[in-house]
């Protein structure tokens, strides 16, 4: 039996005792990973978008208007949850 010199990622190799090892996990394990960093990206922009809108209420803000830092804190934490958001469809889409 002569070893394979290139394989994909989706074949089943013979190893030497027979058994049958797929590479279906390494490519799971990748996007496991990919979808639990987008999850965490995600969770930090809900929360800097969070704490943003309500740091009036919860005492960091100036009660007679909404603030440049609030303003800003507020789109940052936007675009980061849709950056979080985007890493999720575009992992599932292509695997």
């Avoid at 309500?54 to 303003?71: K, M, N, R, S």
Wanted: hydrophobic residues 45%; proline residues 1%.
């Amino acid at each position: 039996m002569c070893p394979a010199t290139s394989f994909s990622a989706h074949e089943d190799i013979m190893t030497d005792k027979g058994t049958v090892r797929s590479g279906r996990s390494q490519d799971n394990s990748s996007k496991n990973e990919l979808l639990n960093t987008s999850s965490a990206i995600l969770t930090i922009g809900l929360m800097l978008t969070l704490v943003s809108l309500l740091a009036d209420i919860i005492g960091y803000g100036t009660w007679g208007e909404f603030g440049i830092f609030q303003t800003i804190g507020t789109i940052v934490g936007i675009m980061i949850v849709m950056i979080g958001l985007v890493i999720k469809i575009l992992v599932n889409i292509f695997s």
